[in-house]
């Protein structure tokens, strides 16, 4: 039996000059022996550059960059089910606002148990942000 329990949990990514940092707290919304909803509610920080840079004889090296950071509030729901002790499907929707105007992350994805400690995930993931402030777009 998979146990519900509310926890805190915090989590960084970065993917070239965008980072997102989050902190959530979560709750079991249902579960049975083969299935599990949770329920997050958390912060997400963002912090996104872009770098341009020109170069040739006439000008030289020219560059500029414009960076912005900003914090959306976020709620999520997070599921699993199993078909197997070691297999499970899984998945998590998440939408946002705050300092963007919206942000989403969606995730689907197959779950395969090795043994207590390893496990692997293959699937799809997708993440979108609108985000614009004094000429910076996202």
Known sequence: MHRCRFGVR????????LARHGTAASDCA???PKARLDVIAGARY?????TIGLSGSLIGN???T???NWVDGVASSK??????????LTGWSMIGAGGADVDWDVLAGVDHKFNDTISAVAGYRA???DYSNDGFTT
């Open 46 to 50: 963002w912090h996104a550059e872009t």
């Open 30 to 32: 249902t579960e049975d």
């Open 62 to 64: 020219v560059s500029r």
């Open 79 to 88: 599921g699993n089910y199993w078909l197997t002790d070691k297999v499970s």
């Open 10 to 17: 915090g989590a960084s990514a970065r993917r070239g000059s």
């Open 66 to 68: 414009d960076s912005a």
């Open 127 to 129: 993440l979108g942000v």
